[in-house]
C-alpha cells in the first residue's frame, strides 16, 4: 500500500541521516531491508530504533563475510534503491561502490551518504555532525546562556536535514529512471543537509542580533534592539513563549505591565530599527522576567491574545502528541513494542487520497527478518 509500494530499498547504511531518510520512504509504502551489523544491538541504540526504524524489515548481515555478501548481491537483483554511509571510498572495499554495482545492477539507484562528499578538498575531514557544524560556522549563531560563545545546538537539524536531502534525491532518481531506464549515483552531504537550511541565518551581521543578556549563568533580559522573543517562567512553572515583531508589539507588551505610557510609540519606521532607551532597557532586562513569575501561564496567554501579541505555551517533550490540532491532523499513532509496551509516536506527516498507506509496523529486532530475507 502506498505510493512507493512498489519501491525495495536496501539500507546499509548506519547514523541518524540513512535512518531518517529511508523512514521517510517506508512511511510512504516503500518495503526497506535494514542491513544491520553483527552483534546485540546492530550498532543502533534500542530508543533511537523506536524512532526511526518502524515499518522496516532487519536483517543481520557481516560484510566481511563472503556468504553474507552473496546475500547482500541476492538482495540487491531485485532492489531499486541502495543506500549506503562507509566513507568516501570505502564502499569499493565490500564491492558495493556505484562503478561496481552499476555493471550488474543498471536500474540500481545507489546513494552515499558523507560528511562532506565524494570528492573535493574536505572529502576525507571526519564528518560527525558537531564537527560539521563547527566547520561550517552555525555555533556562532546561537547565543549561549550559561558562557559567551559558540554553542552546539541539541537538536539534530544536520541529521534530519541530510536525511531529507537524501530521501528527496532518492526519488529524483527512481523519477529519473522511468525516462532513462537506468539508475544513478545520489552523492548526500551533512554538508548539503546543513546548508540546504541556513542561508537564511546568514543575511544579518552579529551586531544586529538581540541577544538575551545573561548574569550569572541566569537569562536577565534583552539586548537594545525592540523585539521580545524569549521563553519567560510563569508564577506555576510553566513557561511562555512570546514574539513582538509586529509593529506596535512591543509597545502593547509594556502596555500589559503597566509601563506603556513612559515607552515610545513609533510609527513612522520599524518599531524594532529603534533601539531601547536607558529606562526601557532596565524595564526588560530587570522587571520583565520577574513580572511573569508573579502570574500563572494561562493568565498571561489570555492577556496577550487580547491585545493581539503572539503568544504560546512551551510546551515538554512529548506533550505535543496530545495537542487538538495535533491530534485532528491524525499526526499521532500507537503500537505495541515487545520491550516497551504501547508507545504512542508522530505518524507519518504524508497521507494521499488515491494511495492510502497502511499504518507502519513496529520497529523490528535486530535481525528479526534474517531467515526470511537470507
Not at 77 to 96: I, K, T, W
Amino acid at each position: 500500500m502506498g505510493p512507493l509500494s512498489a519501491l525495495t530499498v536496501i539500507d546499509a547504511s548506519w547514523g541518524m541521516p540513512g535512518s531518517v531518510a529511508t523512514l521517510l520512504l517506508a512511511d510512504c509504502g516503500a518495503t526497506v531491508i535494514r542491513i544491520e551489523r553483527p552483534g546485540p544491538a546492530g550498532g543502533a541504540p534500542d530508543l533511537v530504533r523506536l524512532a526511526w526504524e518502524r515499518g522496516k524489515k532487519s536483517l543481520q548481515l557481516d560484510l566481511h563475510d563472503a556468504a553474507d555478501r552473496r546475500a547482500l548481491d541476492g538482495l540487491l537483483a531485485g532492489a531499486d534503491v541502495f543506500l549506503e554511509s562507509f566513507g568516501p571510498g570505502r564502499a569499493a572495499r565490500y564491492g558495493l561502490d556505484y562503478a561496481t554495482l552499476k555493471e550488474r545492477f543498471p536500474r540500481l539507484v545507489c546513494c552515499g551518504i558523507t560528511g562532506y562528499g565524494q570528492s573535493g578538498p574536505w572529502r576525507d575531514e571526519p564528518g560527525w555532525d558537531c564537527l560539521v557544524a563547527a566547520k561550517m560556522g552555525v555555533m556562532t549563531e546561537q547565543p549561549s546562556a550559561g558562557r559567551e560563545g559558540p554553542i552546539f545546538l541539541g537538536h539534530p537539524h544536520i541529521g534530519y536535514g541530510t536525511g531529507f536531502m537524501a530521501a528527496i534525491g532518492i526519488l529524483a532518481a527512481v523519477r529519473a529512471r522511468q525516462v532513462t531506464g537506468r539508475g544513478q549515483f545520489v552523492d548526500v552531504s551533512l554538508l548539503d543537509g546543513l546548508l540546504s537550511q541556513s542561508p537564511m541565518n546568514w543575511w544579518h551581521h552579529p551586531k544586529n542580533i538581540s541577544y538575551v543578556e545573561t548574569q550569572g549563568g541566569q537569562r536577565t533580559g534583552f539586548g537594545r534592539k525592540r523585539l521580545i522573543t524569549a521563553a519567560f517562567e510563569c508564577g506555576d512553572g510553566e513557561f511562555i513563549q512570546v514574539h513582538t515583531g509586529g509593529q506596535g508589539g512591543f509597545k502593547a507588551m509594556m502596555e500589559i505591565f503597566g509601563f506603556g505610557d513612559i515607552t515610545q510609540t513609533i510609527t513612522d519606521r520599524p518599531e524594532m530599527s529603534v533601539p531601547l532607551n536607558d529606562e526601557e532597557f532596565v524595564i526588560a532586562r530587570e522587571y520583565i522576567p520577574e513580572a511573569f513569575r508573579q502570574r500563572p501561564r494561562q493568565e498571561w496567554i489570555d492577556l496577550f491574545q487580547a491585545a493581539d501579541l503572539a503568544v504560546l505555551p512551551v510546551l515538554r517533550q512529548g506533550e505535543v502528541l496530545n495537542d487538538e490540532q495535533v491530534l485532528f491532523a491524525k499526526r499521532v499513532m500507537t503500537h505495541e513494542h515487545p520491550t516497551y509496551g504501547r508507545i504512542r509516536q508522530s505518524a507519518p506527516p504524508l497521507k494521499f487520497a488515491k494511495a492510502p498507506t497502511a499504518p507502519p509496523a513496529p520497529p523490528p529486532r535486530v535481525g528479526e527478518h534474517n531467515e526470511e530475507l537470507r
